[in-house]
């Protein structure tokens, strides 16, 4: 068989090889129902099958507490910063640690059904480490705090999330994970609710995972629309209105490949988050072996997920990723609001993508260094 391409899409990512050889071969007749997953009613019993199957393994992989709800909703990440404070803000105060691009998206966003304030912002850094949870000005009334636990674009990440009870708040905290969900474990001691979209390391644009815990349920805004009330649809199990279900079966299908994913004698997320430690070490020691390339972020927050890193010279950048495509190393080019480059290494980038990577990143450098 031929070697796919190493794609490097900050998302829609890529997905595991054998997940997509399942969805190929079911795509005419699901288990021999006769029909595709994509031609099932969302209520029948085929797809409910699915359903509850995909929600219980999830379930699973990340230790979801029995007190937590998960929806399956639409509309992304980006509206997710709209519908989290329509149902948690009671149109009051809303704290936001802004660390990089995507919380200054969801300050913005809350502003227009709360009273937000920007806890800390990292700006000074440009964006290149995250304020310390000590130095954040919390209010003793804000209705909830939000934090992007790994930024996307600018290549941050929380190791670890703040303990908002130690800093003398007692709001919930909500975190975007949608470029980091299923990389690791959550810590739901700490957080209040958490929501990503899929289309990083859980399956195809279109469907976004919601995990509200229940007393936060029950408080949306009038004006909020009944398909994006989290109570609503928590009652109706995701079938308010017609849930996403081609993106739910591909989900559930990753869910199955890392339930059973091995890695350095372990199994699961355990073993998914050490191949995850493993290659962004890898990338992040051949970045700073060198001063041809550069990754400006503070090490104590790197992400694992997504690595930006800028040529010295950038009149090389056209070259760099001419090279790269040649060698089967795609989308590598940087977001465009920071230019230079970016990999991303979610979950189903093999170990292998990123020692190709490497390879090229030195012979990159000892013909044009």
């Known amino acids: 068989m031929t070697q796919r391409p190493?794609?490097?899409?900050?998302?829609?990512a890529a997905l595991p090889e054998e997940v997509l050889h399942q969805v190929a071969a079911e795509m005419l007749d699901w288990q021999g129902s006769g029909m595709s997953v994509m031609e099932m009613s969302h209520r029948g019993r085929e797809f409910i099958s699915i359903y509850e199957a995909a929600e219980a393994d999830l379930r699973e992989l990340l230790q979801v507490p029995s007190n937590f709800r998960i929806l399956f909703m639409q509309g992304g990440g980006l509206a997710e910063n709209a519908i989290v404070p329509l149902n948690l803000s009671r149109g009051g105060k809303v704290d936001v640690v802004v660390t990089g691009s995507w919380s200054k998206k969801s300050a913005a966003e809350a502003r227009r059904y709360a009273d937000v304030a920007i806890a800390a912002d990292g700006a000074s850094s440009r964006y290149c480490d995250i304020p310390a949870p000590g130095s954040w000005q919390l209010r003793p009334d804000a209705a909830y705090v939000h934090v992007c636990s790994n930024e996307t674009i600018d290549g941050t990440e929380f190791h670890e999330l703040p303990d908002l009870k130690s800093l003398g708040s007692e709001a919930p905290l909500v975190i975007d994970c949608s470029s980091h969900q299923l990389s690791r474990p959550i810590d739901w001691s700490r957080v209040g609710l958490a929501f990503g979209g899929a289309q990083k390391n859980v399956g195809p644009s279109g469907l976004t995972l919601v995990f509200v815990r229940e007393d936060l349920l029950g408080q949306a805004l009038p004006i909020c629309p009944s398909a994006f009330n989290y109570q609503t649809v928590a009652e109706a199990q995701s079938m308010f209105n017609t849930p996403p279900t081609f993106g739910i079966y591909v989900a559930g299908l990753v869910f199955?490949?890392?339930?059973?994913?091995?890695?350095?004698?372990?199994?699961?997320?355990?073993?998914?988050?050490?191949?995850?430690?493993?290659?962004?070490?890898?990338?992040?020691?051949?970045l700073d072996g060198t001063d041809f390339y550069e990754n400006r972020v503070a090490a104590?927050?790197?992400?694992?997920?997504?690595i930006p890193f800028y040529l010295r010279d950038e009149s090389l950048n056209e070259a760099f990723l001419a090279g790269a495509r040649e060698r089967g190393l795609l989308q590598l080019k940087g977001h465009k609001s920071v230019g230079g480059m970016r990999a991303s290494i979610?979950?189903?980038?093999?170990?292998?993508?990123?020692?190709?990577l490497v390879t090229y990143l030195k012979d990159f450098e000892k013909r044009h260094g």
Not at 261 to 278: P, S, T, V, W
Not at 346 to 356: C, F, K, R, S, T
Request: aromatic share 12%.
């Open 6 to 12: 190493f794609n490097f899409s900050a998302g829609p």
């Open 300 to 306: 104590h927050c790197r992400s694992r997920m997504n």
């Open 346 to 356: 979610y979950n189903a980038m093999p170990l292998e993508g990123v020692q190709a």
């Open 256 to 286: 199955k490949w890392l339930k059973k994913f091995e890695y350095a004698g372990k199994q699961g997320l355990a073993a998914i988050e050490q191949r995850n430690i493993d290659k962004a070490a890898l990338l992040y020691a051949a």
